[in-house]
């Protein structure tokens, strides 16, 4: 019976799966981590406790670092992912898009790469996406006033601020910074 017992507590007390990495196909955790070295796939842990917990208590499974979508409209997964530096705080945003024999990679801008654990990653519906009245200044290559994307945009930004979404529209990524 103690034998019994004893097995029980250890099966109970297995980690939980990180849900960052649960998300990552091993071919696009290998190929991104040869593509980018200095960097690794994201864990849940690279967010703060607040922010990971607000993700769970609102729907989300508590992973900032990955999000999936059609976004290029031809019926594939495609990835965001906020990969991490394996030294110091800095972070890259990447969209992955799933090509015959490999990957292929855009890096986005994410505003926060010197702060990688207030950067998330999302994905949001299609529909316009216009730029946040406050925001001073020219616009930046790629960047437009307002985007109406047909399909899935990958957002990227830090938490509790202005956001970018990027949009694939003729071939080409456009972006617009808009309000959270």
């Not at 729907?59 to 290029?72: E, F, R, S």
């Not at 990835?79 to 990957?103: C, D, F, K």
């Not at 938490?159 to 990027?166: A, D, F, L």
Request: hydrophobic share 30%; charged share 25%; glycine share 10%.
């Amino acid at each position: 019976m103690a034998a019994l017992l004893l097995v029980d507590a250890t099966a109970s007390a297995q980690p939980r799966p990180d849900s960052c990495q649960a998300q990552i196909p091993r071919s696009l955790a290998n190929a991104l981590t040869s593509a980018f070295p200095g960097y690794r796939t994201p864990l849940e842990t690279d967010n703060g406790p607040d922010d990971i917990k607000y993700s769970q208590t609102h729907g989300g499974n508590g992973c900032l670092g990955v999000a999936t979508a059609d976004l290029t409209g031809e019926g594939k997964k495609d990835y965001v992912v906020g990969l991490t530096a394996t030294r110091g705080s800095t972070g890259l945003a990447i969209i992955a898009l799933p090509r015959t024999g490999g990957w292929r990679f855009q890096r986005i801008r994410s505003r926060v790469e010197n702060a990688r654990y207030l950067q998330y990653v999302d994905v949001a519906e299609p529909g316009r996406y216009d730029r946040k009245e406050t925001l001073s200044g020219s616009l930046e290559a790629g960047e437009r006033k307002s985007i109406d994307c047909p399909h899935w945009v990958a957002r990227v930004g830090a938490v509790e601020s202005t956001s970018t979404v990027y949009c694939y529209q003729d071939g080409r990524w456009s972006h617009v910074r808009i309000s959270e």
